[in-house]
Nanobody, 116 residues
Framework: QVQFVESGGGWVEPGGSLKLSCVASISLFGSFVMGWYRQAPWKQRDFVVTITTGGNTDYADTVKERFTISRDNAKKTVYLQMNSLKPEDTAVYYC??????????WGRGTQVTVSS
């Protein structure tokens, strides 16, 4: 069973930055697509970004130019650097993993709150 340890969430003022981390307890971490989704209060869970095993990235339009995903396969960790944060970025952020067979796994989430 895959387990994730997410960290880095918290409160920040608009325009500020946060960096999320997600450590996955799984072998062959480098074989998995990793990413982040988020869910704001009373809304559905939305796609934020993914990164493939080869390092190709795909961002939601709402976060392009502000968020950057990266991965360290040796540390089994995926990161999300979030800059120029806006109040509408407030949400629970979930670490995401997709296996080569297409199975999806989710972390428990970390809260990000952007307010003045």
């Amino acid at each position: 069973q895959v387990q994730f340890v997410e960290s880095g969430g918290g409160w920040v003022e608009p325009g500020g930055s946060l960096k999320l981390s997600c450590v996955a307890s799984i072998s062959l971490f480098g074989s998995f697509v990793m990413g982040w989704y988020r869910q704001a209060p009373w809304k559905q869970r939305d796609f934020v970004v993914t990164i493939t095993t080869g390092g190709n990235t795909d961002y939601a339009d709402t976060v392009k130019e502000r968020f950057t995903i990266s991965r360290d396969n040796a540390k089994k960790t995926v990161y999300l650097q979030m800059n120029s944060l806006k109040p509408e970025d407030t949400a629970v952020y979930y670490c995401y993993m997709r296996s080569p067979l297409g199975n999806s796994h989710w972390g428990r989430g970390t809260q990000v709150t952007v307010s003045s």
